[in-house]
């Protein structure tokens, strides 16, 4: 049967990229376990349980990887045992059989299930954090070289006082800023479940090192630096508590909903013709509308942030139903919820890449949507300048009231250009200021401190954080997308 006629996830096949496809793969899985098991008898060894021969481990270390024929053998013992764990012990013993008889001595099944889901969750971060980072250094530099180009700002979805394109930039900068942050504390939060035994008590390590604590808590020790981690739980059910999952899933979903805000704006931006995501030359935008050039990639953006932002509210309930020690009604939702949530977080970081990488700005657009604005905006300006002139604040107020009511009637009723400068400059209550009126409304006149607050929040905020993945920002490419 070709894998075509079976049901493949497309985070898999479709988006995600190789690294994060191939940590979640079930050759990694599994190898992971005998790596697992590998440590725990090395240790196990170490610390005086002489029944482990050096040969098996070194037949053990040989047969670390997982081949296809092994998972093949596995698949059928599971079949008989209905455990997977034990599936592939027995696989393992056949080809390390000098270590058949003591492969898993001492531990439970979450020994290696969840030492090694912890192992996944940490270096899944360590895969997303840096490729985050990228995506804020490319989107500082953008913010930077456009901190002073003036644009509409939007209030209520309707035009308000000016920003510019470097200051919105840093609003999304900001959030991702509060993701970086949460993702790095959920990373730094991550310990080892270390061994532990079926309930968390260590009684059965207890009993093969003859009642010492020591050599328990050594054995403990031992398994966890060579796991890669600094320290394990001191307390432990049968599992892990799942609220770790639950700590990860949330600031992965966080992040889910920060590319949907991101990903909406560009959106509303493209259909003001204002900026544009990536468009490539052989790219088709519609198969009956030959014309359009749909933000396909910030639309994809919206759509897995939909389903990652959600996916908390899975490990919300899995930790809340668990009992007492361990139920096993964790299982089957983790097996799907723990690898879906980093597929779509990677497929967010590599889609938000390539649209960053190449983000086109219309400034003829933007400046045109501006003029059609400006002038009602430009009417305190105006007033405090006929005031500074002694005329009458409330008199200068009554003639642009009405001035501005007739432009937007014109505006709105006919579909008509904004004309209220030109009906300023044709009324002579306005002279006096008529000279100065260009000044009054050059839009780099209302964005206040705009420029300044980006150069401070890239300078004092961004720069430094960013260092810490400096070597990911030499090396990075322009993410491109395989569909």
Known sequence: MSVNDTYQSPLSSRYASKEMS??????????TWRKLWLWLAESEQELGVTDITDEALQQMREKLTVTDEDLVVAAEEEKRRRHDVMAHVHAYGQVAPAAAGFIHYGATSCY??????????RDGLDILLPRLATIMKKLSDFAIEHKDLPCLAYTH?????????????????????????NLERARDDLRFRGVKGTTGTQASFLQIFHGSHAKVEALDELVTKKAGFASAYTITSQTYSRIVDLQVANALSVFGDTCQRIGGDIRHLAAFKEMEEPFEPDQIGSSAMAYKRNPMRSERMCSMGRMLANINKNASNTYAAQWFERTLDDSAIRRMMLPDMFLLADILCSTMNNVVSGLVLYP???????AEELPFMATENIIMRLVALSHSRQTAHEHLRQLSHQASARVKQHGAPNDLLARIRADPFFAPIVPELDALTDPKSFIGRAPQQVEKFVREELEERLQVYREALVRDEVVKLSV
């Open 22 to 31: 191939f940590l979640f793969s079930l050759r990694n899985r599994f190898t």
């Open 112 to 121: 290696v299930t969840d030492n090694a889901d912890l192992i996944f969750l």
């Open 157 to 181: 979805g309707q035009p308000a006082q000016l920003t510019t394109v470097g200051k919105r930039t840093c609003l999304w900068l900001q959030d991702l800023l509060i993701n970086l942050r």
């Open 364 to 370: 003829a657009v933007i400046n045109k949507r501006i």
